[in-house]
Antibody, heavy 121, light 108 residues
Framework: QVQLVQSGAEAKQPGASVKVSCKPS????????IHWVRQAPGQGLEWMGKIDPKTGGTHFAQKFQGRVTLSRDTSISTVYMEMNRLRSDDSAVYYC??????????????WGQGTLVTVSS | EIVVTQSPATLSVSPGERATLSCRAS??????LAWYQQKPGQAPRLLIY???TRASGVPARFSGSGSGTEFTLTISSLQSEDFAVYFCQQYNNWPPITFGQGTRLEIK
């Protein structure tokens, strides 16, 4: 059974950094690129970037380039999304997601449970 | 960046009736479009990919159509559990992957 388990909610001050983890179950870690999508309260979905856990290769939306780092720790089969210089408008639920059924395209049939990041002074 | 626009923003339909949701891309995306359903407090659920292929476990009352720039999600006979927010997503030209702003399907 495929599962993506994310780390818990975070409360941060403006200007700080946050690091969210995502651990895929079983043997899917190196078989699928892991994408990150965020959703501000009451708003739509925003794609941030993706990582290939096998190679560590990443792609980002231009908006997040330079402020977001995607990394992985292969020893514990976990990927991370770190965002720096947080602002209040970064307050959102952050999801990791993968495509399994249609693995060749980024249509996400498995999602993490989401991690709420709140940025407030 | 490809802009994806959904309409209407809110759709009011009675249970048992048909719902038709639209998604338009700012340039051709071939058939590289997915549809998601999202309920409050939950992650999105994949319904359709490749514009018309139902994801595993998705009821047959959900169908997708279209190609190029115009796409439609049809729910043939609305059930109570179908009232939710629906998003479309393009993955033809990426990065970035882009989503529509969503259509809220509410009970009439």
């Amino acid at each position: 059974q495929v599962q993506l388990v994310q780390s818990g909610a975070e409360a941060k001050q403006p200007g700080a950094s946050v690091k969210v983890s995502c651990k895929p179950s079983g043997d899917i870690f190196t078989g699928h690129h892991i994408h990150w999508v965020r959703q501000a309260p009451g708003q739509g979905l925003e794609w941030m970037g993706k990582i290939d856990p096998k190679t560590g290769g990443t792609h980002f939306a231009q908006k997040f380039q330079g402020r977001v780092t995607l990394s992985r720790d292969t020893s514990i089969s976990t990927v991370y999304m770190e965002m720096n210089r947080l602002r209040s408008d970064d307050s959102a639920v952050y999801y990791c997601a993968i495509s399994v059924e249609a693995a060749a395209v980024p249509s996400y049939d498995y999602w993490g449970q989401g991690t709420l990041v709140t940025v407030s002074s | 960046e490809i802009v994806v626009t959904q309409s209407p923003a809110t759709l009011s339909v009675s249970p048992g009736e048909r719902a038709t949701l639209s998604c338009r891309a700012s340039q051709s995306i071939n058939s590289n479009l997915a549809w998601y359903q999202q309920k409050p407090g939950q992650a999105p659920r994949l319904l359709i990919y490749g514009a018309l292929t139902r994801a595993s476990g998705v009821p047959a009352r959900f169908s997708g159509s279209g190609s190029g720039t115009e796409f439609t999600l049809t729910i043939s006979s609305l059930q109570s559990e179908d009232f939710a927010v629906y998003f479309c997503q393009q993955y033809n030209n990426w990065p970035p992957i882009t989503f529509g702003q969503g259509t809220r399907l509410e009970i009439k």
